[in-house]
């Protein structure tokens, strides 16, 4: 009924991180059917120059309604003069989906009527904020009213650095509301930076969801002390020689031992190595080349 797990995988570049989530989420699918589960499944950089951008992914997928991030959104957009490149099909959508949560107050035709010309439309960003004011003093909707109110009061550094909170706080309410379960796959490719001290956007945001299943990718263990007994890590190494060898020998027909043993040497054993150090052999064989052994001596560990 109630759980909450991150596993952690991590290890250096090329190892299979990427692959694995792929494997991940099309097991799950066929597993969990999409009415029962919300799958977020997100490529980033773990960087305070990438979270909004990295942020706005993740609210894309998902369906239903954001008001706590959206409004943010909006106000952040607004407040730094529309600098960032969020296209306008997106903004558009999550105005809509403010102006739809808004309509279940119970005051909101009055508003309407006071605030906006007829027949009512969705309104403009600033004819929205001027809703969202006359929304917040009439007081009908306290989650509404109170979650709005504090947006505004925030300037536009604190905006950005409390985002990725009021996206976690969506994502559990929705999660709760429809009963479905979250899968959350996230794939990052550089090292966590932190934003703030010694905190992360990203796990400003997991920390908020109460449920679910996080699988999260990176070169490094997370350092996420306070969450540590909920986080299983798990560590990608290379093949052994022996496995390597294994692998080599059924994906090339034919090898002498020679070029099998270059090509464990050069490669460090490292999965990606390999696959490339098969292809290029492979291709020169198709092609009726000489196979020549240097080609896998330019390969290393160190070229990562």
């Known amino acids: 009924d109630r759980y909450f797990r991150v596993i952690d995988i991590?290890?250096?570049?090329?190892?299979?991180?990427?692959?694995?989530?792929?494997?991940?989420?099309?097991e799950i699918s066929?597993?969990?059917?999409?009415?029962?589960?919300l799958i977020i499944d997100v490529s980033l950089e773990i960087d305070k120059h990438q979270s909004l951008k990295s942020l706005?992914?993740?609210?894309?997928?998902?369906p239903e309604s954001c008001i706590t991030f959206d409004y943010a959104l909006i106000s952040y957009w607004e407040k730094s003069g529309c600098i960032e490149k969020i296209d306008d099909s997106?903004?558009?959508e999550i105005r809509e989906s403010i102006w739809n949560a808004l309509s279940v107050v119970d005051a909101i035709s009055d508003i309407c009527s006071?605030?906006?010309p007829t027949p009512v439309s969705i309104p403009s960003i600033s004819e929205l904020f001027n809703l969202v004011?006359?929304?917040i003093r009439k007081g009908k909707q306290v989650l509404i009213r109170d979650k709005l109110s504090a947006i505004n009061q925030l300037d536009l550094q604190d905006l950005l650095k409390k985002m990725p909170a009021f996206l976690g706080f969506d994502i559990d309410k929705i999660t709760e509301k429809k009963n479905k379960k979250i899968v959350f796959l996230c794939?990052?490719?550089?090292?966590?930076?932190?934003?703030?001290?010694?905190?992360?956007w990203l796990l400003d945001l997991v920390s908020q969801i109460h449920k679910g299943l996080f699988v999260i990718t990176g070169r490094e263990k997370?350092?996420?002390?306070?969450?540590?007994?909920?986080?299983?890590?798990?560590?990608?190494?290379?093949?052994?020689?022996?496995v390597a060898r294994d692998y080599i020998t059924n994906h090339i027909d034919n090898a002498n031992p020679e070029t099998i043993e270059e090509i464990i040497s050069s490669s460090n054993c490292l999965p990606l190595f390999l696959d490339i150090a098969i292809r290029v052999y492979n291709t020169e064989l198709n092609s009726n080349n000489p196979i020549d052994i240097a080609y896998f001596k330019i390969i290393s560990a160190n070229d990562e």
């Open 10 to 26: 991590y290890g250096l570049g090329g190892m299979g991180k990427t692959c694995l989530l792929h494997t991940l989420k099309s």
């Open 30 to 37: 066929e597993i969990v059917s999409p009415d029962e589960s």
């Open 56 to 62: 706005v992914s993740i609210r894309k997928q998902i």
């Open 90 to 92: 997106f903004m558009s």
């Open 114 to 116: 006071a605030a906006l």
């Open 133 to 135: 004011d006359k929304v």
């Open 187 to 200: 794939d990052s490719y550089q090292q966590s930076v932190p934003y703030c001290e010694s905190k992360e």
């Open 222 to 242: 997370l350092k996420w002390s306070d969450t540590e007994k909920e986080i299983l890590p798990y560590q990608l190494k290379c093949f052994t020689p022996e």
